[in-house]
Nanobody, 125 residues
Framework: QVQLVESGGGLVQAGGSLRLSCAASGRTFNMYAMGWFRQAPGKEREFVAAIRWSDDNTYYADSVKGRFTISRDNAKSTVYLQMNSLKSDDTAVYSC??????????????????WGQGTQITVSS
């Protein structure tokens, strides 16, 4: 089984930056990508970003493109989400997830079989 531990959440002013980390451990060989999703109060969970292991291709939601960057450190089995120019609309619980199910696009939760505990990001205006 894969375990994911997130860190880096908190409170930031609009226009500021934060970096989230997601450290993976356990049977990480089952993973072929990792992604970040977020869920704001009263809203459905939405895709934020993903990175694929085989070619380091990255994918972003239109709402964060140009502001957020996903990257990984292979040696540490860690994925990062650098968030710049944060807006109040970015306020949500952010969760990382490990993609282990094939046949699904990385934009959908169905590809992901392991989820982190979630970390709160609050952007004050």
């Amino acid at each position: 089984q894969v375990q994911l531990v997130e860190s880096g959440g908190g409170l930031v002013q609009a226009g500021g930056s934060l970096r989230l980390s997601c450290a993976a451990s356990g049977r990480t060989f089952n993973m072929y990508a990792m992604g970040w999703f977020r869920q704001a109060p009263g809203k459905e969970r939405e895709f934020v970003a993903a990175i694929r292991w085989s070619d380091d291709n990255t994918y972003y939601a239109d709402s964060v493109k140009g502001r957020f960057t996903i990257s990984r450190d292979n040696a540490k089995s860690t994925v990062y989400l650098q968030m710049n120019s944060l807006k109040s609309d970015d306020t949500a619980v952010y969760s990382c997830a490990a993609a282990i199910y094939h046949g699904y696009t990385l934009f959908t939760p169905e590809a992901y079989g392991v989820w982190g505990q979630g970390t709160q990001i609050t952007v004050s205006s």
